[in-house]
């Protein structure tokens, strides 16, 4: 499917979806919210896609936040509607199949939020990350301001939110906003390796797991234990389960179909 402002590729079970302005950074715009949507929700129906990896068109940046011409002039209402409906952030933070941001240059604001909302982040060791809107006069207001928190504690987050610098790369592995740096030659092969080694687990199980842990993040322990046995429990009704137990037996690769 054509879009104005996204390409999307899928190959090997990968579905790669590249936020295609590079000249405006591959900033945030309405239109480029809604295709992110799009896209997500028709990959999502896709069976042979396992993995859906997010990255930004050309060598400077990743996404370099929200749009900030377009937001310049608008009332508190129209901000208001803007952030109505469904939004790119939540789309991927619940999204039912294993997301990865591929980091390939500045991730900022909006860009780093989104960052934030996929399960894992492969940067290249020149991309740059933060939250600048304080510089703006403004706030994070994709998540950033809750999501960052719970990923690097409460300290980390809230010196990048007030104090809006950015940090390299190798300082948000250590913090652990990042998962992973490599040299920017290496980015599409080391994110598709770990794209691949994803996309031949169980999608079944992945997706349990991913609720599972996704769940520690608002359940209190007694009740998120409970919902892991429940999960584990269900593991159990599915076909992958059995295929990847004989497979183990049998001493060879297991071949999961996602049921
Ligand atoms: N919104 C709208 N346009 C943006 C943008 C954003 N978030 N980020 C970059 N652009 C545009 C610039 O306005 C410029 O457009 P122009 O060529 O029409 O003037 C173009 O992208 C290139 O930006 P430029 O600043 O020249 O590139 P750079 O490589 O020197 O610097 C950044 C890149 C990302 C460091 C810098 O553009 C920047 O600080 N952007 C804003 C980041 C931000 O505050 N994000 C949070 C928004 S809430």
Do not use: W
Not at 54 to 65: C, H, L, Y
Not at 213 to 235: D, H, I, K, Q
Request: hydrophobic share 45%; glycine share 10%; charged share 30%.
């Amino acid at each position: 499917m054509p879009y104005e402002t996204l390409l999307l590729q899928i190959e090997e079970r990968i579905a790669t979806i590249v936020v295609n302005r590079p000249e405006k950074r591959n900033a945030l715009n309405g239109v480029v919210r809604r295709e992110l949507v799009d896209a997500l929700d028709l990959v999502r129906h896709e069976r042979e896609v396992r993995v859906v990896v997010v990255t930004g068109a050309g060598e400077k940046a990743f996404i370099a936040g929200a749009d900030i011409g377009e937001f310049a002039e608008r009332t508190p209402i129209e901000q208001r509607e803007a952030m109505e409906g469904r939004r790119v952030f939540e789309v991927i933070a619940d999204y039912p199949k294993p997301t990865i941001a591929m980091i390939n240059g500045y991730a900022l604001g909006g860009g780093c939020e989104l960052a934030l909302a996929c399960d894992l982040r492969v940067a290249a060791r020149s991309a740059r990350l933060g939250q600048p809107e304080i510089k703006l006069g403004i706030i994070p207001g994709g998540g950033g301001t809750q999501r960052l928190p719970r990923l690097v504690g409460f300290g980390r987050a809230l010196r990048l939110v007030l104090t809006g610098e950015m940090i390299d790369a190798e300082e948000a592995e250590r913090i652990g906003l990042v998962d992973l740096v490599v040299d920017e030659a290496d980015l599409v092969a080391r994110t598709r390796e770990l794209a691949r080694g994803l996309a031949a687990h169980s999608p079944v199980a992945l997706r349990l797991a991913k609720d599972a842990v996704r769940a520690a993040l608002e359940m209190p322990l007694s009740a998120g234990l409970r919902f892991e046995r429940e999960l584990f429990v269900t593991a159990f009704a599915s076909e992958d389960k059995r295929e990847g137990v004989s497979a183990f037996l049998e001493k060879r690769p297991p071949e999961f179909r996602g049921r």
